[in-house]
Every structure is written in C-alpha cells, then in structure tokens.
C-alpha cells in the first residue's frame, strides 16, 4: 500500500508541476499537433527548407524532440534546388495538416505549394519514410484534415471564403467541396483547423496575427456554422513583448482534458508553440484558461516525460543527419557525407552565400542561444570559402576563406535581401587575420533572440574549444516578420573559384 501510495504521489507533483511558455522556444510557426495512441506528433511551416514539415514528438505536450520529416525533398520546382541562378525563398511549404488516421495506422500531410497545386504525402511511421501518395489540382490554402468516425476525410481552407473539401478514403480525389463559411469583409480569417467533438463540427480560424475564432456546425462538416471569436490580443505572461498567441490548433488527451497549441511571433527568433488548457462550455464552444487575463503557465498536461534535446552536441555520427538539421533548400546530395563528422564538398561556384547549394541550417534555441562548430578546413580549394553564419535576409558570418596558398579568418557582414528575396548585397569582409598557421577552428555565434526589439549576435574563434575571441563587430537581428522564418545558424561551404575543395564539420555544440 505504502508503494501505491507514493507512486500516486509521485505522479500527483509530477502533474503538478508548472510549465514555462513558450514551450519550445524555436522557429516552429503554424504548429498542428495529432494523437496518435499515447503520443503527439506536432509538424510546422518550413518553407524553402529541405526536407520541409519536421515532426516532432511529445508525451507530455510540453518537452519535444525532432525525429523526421513529413517532405523528404521540396521536388516541385527546380528553384527549390537553387538551381540555374533560381530561388524560392519563402516560398515552399506554409500553413499545412498532419493528422494520424487509426483506421490504417498511417500519417498523412496535405500542403498547398505556391497557391496552385495540394500535395499529399503519407507514412506508416512518424519517423518515415514518407513518400508522395498524389497531388490534387487545386489549393487548400491553409489545410485543416479531419478523419471522421467512418474514416472519410474532410478538408477546412480557404482565406476569406472559408471551404470544405470531401476526399475520398484512399486521400487522392475530391468527392465534394462547397463554401461552408463567408466571413464579412472587414474580417479576414485563416489558418483552417477542422475538428468533430460531440457530433458538432468545428472550424478553428485564426484573423492575422492577434485573434482567434471558431465556427460550430451542428448539421455536419457543410454547415452551417456560427462564428464566435475566443480570442483578442492576448499576452504572453512569459515574454510579454512577444505577439499575441494565435493560429495553431486544438488537442485532445485520453482523460478527455483539451488543449490549444498556438504559436506566437518573437522575432527576431521567428515563431514559438505556446500551450494553454481550454474548457468546453454548455454552449459547445471553447474558452481558452487565462491567467490573471493572459496566458500564462500552467501544470503539466500529464505526467511529464522527458525526450531527446537538441540541446547539447552533435558529433554527426551518421549514416544520415539529426532531424534537427535542414539545409537551405534542396541539397546535392552526392555532395556530403555523414559518417564520424559531416563532410562538405563545394557544390557551387559564387559569390552570393544566398545562391550557395549546402548551407545546413539549424534553429537557435531561445531566449539566448550559442551555436559552436569545430571545422577541418586543410582541404579547401583556392577560393573557397566556409564558416558559421546567422541566416536570414540579413546575415553575417564568420569563417575561412583560402586565397592562393593563404588561409585567412574573416567576418564577413551586412549580406542582405531585397523585398522579393533577390540579392541585395552580398556582404563585406570587416575584420580579418591573415595567413593563420591552424587548420582547424572553432567558430561560434551567441545569439539574443528575446523578443520586440532588435537582438543581437556576436561571432568569435577558438584553436583549443575553451578560450574564445570575439572577432567582428555586434551584428544586429532584426525583428522585422515579413521573411517569416526567424535567424538559424547556418555552416557554409562554397567556391568562388572552382569546385573541389572541401572541409570536415566534427562537431555542433547547440547551447
């Protein structure tokens, strides 16, 4: 008795026990979370990354950990690729549907590219492989999936007109779609979520980037629909100067408790799940639970249970890369190796880093977060060029460049995109120590990514791991929104010249 008594004490505190908002604080925006038995698999936006749609794994809803991707490689265009002078920055995959389907124990994930065409891919395992099953001729914009009690599939999209399309069972054809909601014009809603509860129909919307609303049918997923909004700029308890907690969706646990998974804006960083519980009123809407008027932080949804953290080193041991890794669009892929470190050959002859093939990217962990890698660069070509990079429409890096027989240490900054993602410059060498004796290097970035001002980063070099030199000037972060994807650590590796050389990542420190 003694021992049944203390483990349900155990497991009491253990409820208890409050969490932080955000709950990861990492570039995840447009967040879904499915259940799937007792564990919850959330995907979000990636845009021009490869692969795109990672998913991410929790038991608790609170701590998760990276372990695939729902697209193995952004296929639809050769720009995705960086190729023939092409790009699709920001382009690629937005707002899109993860949803586990019990009936045949699969995954699905439907994603309109581009405004044209709806692609659907499906895996039996979470982890994959995933693989394209068809592509349907139209855009679900902002795709909310629904599997009904009879395993057919429903379709909420649309921005302005709100629609619902019927598949058919096998996820490849439209079997019926009308306009199920007209909002009034002075009111745009999006971010389609679509949900059964108590045989009444929900349509969870989000009005960019501050409020939320939800439609209720009691008539089937057709409607009609009563609109009620449930949510107006609110605040973040935990990061007050952030954006309001919006879009996302709603989540149910096996003790029939619910939760609502947001994002919230907090550039410079990008965008971050926040979780909050809700209650179901007599009405059969939902009411978010606020803290002293805002979202706060609250218990453990259940029993906490800790999982892998990108938190710590990655030594990349191989056969392939941490889910946590994407690269900035498509990668060649005969150009890398994974095996006791992360072998990069130079894939592409340039001067543009935003035009570079195989920059691997990883999300900075917030508030405050320090990216490390030692790199063997005694192979690199004349010419050629590698190092660590805060990505975004603004960049700076700091690395090797080779010229001739020298090996020199440079920052380079102010590399910057035009509105439409063109060029703009591609940077300036500002600091640099020529003709350095090592081969190999550390090279860091501490980035300050806390939310509604400018952060900052600021780069330095190590010969032995311990004693750290700042080189370079601060590099400010801006907080602007409009490129959507927040700043990442990128490790670059690119000719100027020509191709050949090639450099060794040994190790990823992520702090």
């Not at 909601?181 to 009111?187: C, E, G, H, V, W």
């Amino acid at each position: 008795m003694r021992v049944i008594l203390g483990l349900l004490f155990s497991v009491a505190a253990a409820m208890a026990e409050k969490f932080t908002n955000p709950v990861i604080w990492e570039d995840l925006s447009d967040v879904e979370v499915t259940r799937a038995g007792d564990a919850y698999f959330m995907t979000a936006s990636t845009f021009h990354y490869s692969p795109g749609a990672p998913v991410l794994r929790s038991y608790d809803l609170v701590n998760w950990e990276h372990i695939g991707h729902s697209v193995p490689v952004l296929d639809w265009s050769s720009k995705y690729s960086l190729e023939n002078g092409q790009r699709a920055y920001v382009k690629g995959i937005w707002a899109s549907s993860l949803r586990y389907r019990e009936s045949d124990g699969k995954f699905y994930f439907v994603a309109c590219i581009e405004f044209g065409k709806t692609y659907v891919y499906s895996a039996s395992s979470p982890t994959g492989p995933w693989s394209q099953i068809t592509t349907i001729n139209k855009c679900y914009y902002d795709a909310g999936l629904h599997f009904d009690t009879d395993n057919t599939p429903y379709v909420a999209y649309g921005r302005g007109d709100l629609h619902i399309a019927q598949l058919s069972k096998d996820m490849k054809t439209e079997v019926k779609e009308q306009v199920v909601l007209s909002p009034p014009s002075t009111l745009t809603l999006e971010g389609s979520r679509l949900y059964k509860k108590d045989n009444n129909w929900y349509i969870f919307l989000t009005r960019p980037a501050t409020g939320q609303y939800i439609a209720k049918s009691t008539n089937g997923p057709f409607g009609t629909y009563d609109l009620r909004i449930i949510a107006d700029n609110l605040k973040l308890a935990a990061a007050p100067r952030s954006g309001a907690p919006h879009q996302g969706g709603l989540i149910d646990t096996p003790n029939g408790n619910w939760y609502y998974m947001s994002f919230v804006d907090m550039y410079p960083g990008g965008r971050a799940p926040a979780l909050a519980p809700i209650t179901w009123g007599s009405d059969g809407f939902p009411k978010i639970t606020l803290v002293n008027g805002q979202w706060g932080d609250y218990d453990y949804p259940l029993l906490k249970r800790t999982v892998p953290s990108p938190i710590g080193t990655d030594t990349f041991p191989g056969p392939n890369l941490r889910a946590d890794w994407e690269w900035n669009h498509n990668p060649d892929t005969k150009s890398f190796t994974v095996n006791n470190g992360l072998t990069l050959k130079t894939v592409t002859v340039t001067k543009d880093l935003y035009q570079a093939r195989n920059t691997l990217t990883h999300r900075i962990r917030g508030p405050q977060g320090t990216g490390t890698v030692l790199i063997d660069f005694s192979k690199m070509a004349d010419g050629d060029r590698t190092g660590l990079a805060v990505l975004r429409d603004s960049s700076a890096w700091i690395g090797i460049e080779r010229e001739g027989s020298n090996f020199n240490l440079v920052f380079n900054t102010g590399l910057s995109m035009n509105t439409d993602w063109t060029t703009k410059s591609t940077g300036t060498v500002s600091a640099r120590q020529n003709n350095v004796s090592y081969r190999k290097v550390y090279l860091r970035v501490s980035a300050d990514i806390r939310p509604g001002a400018a952060g900052s980063a600021v780069f330095s070099y190590s010969t032995d791991g311990n004693s750290f030199t700042n080189f370079g000037s601060t590099v400010s972060l801006g907080n602007d929104w409009q490129f959507f994807p927040g700043h990442r650590y990128g490790i670059l590796n690119y000719a100027t010249k020509s191709l050949g050389g090639s450099v060794l990542v040994s190790r990823f420190d992520n702090k």
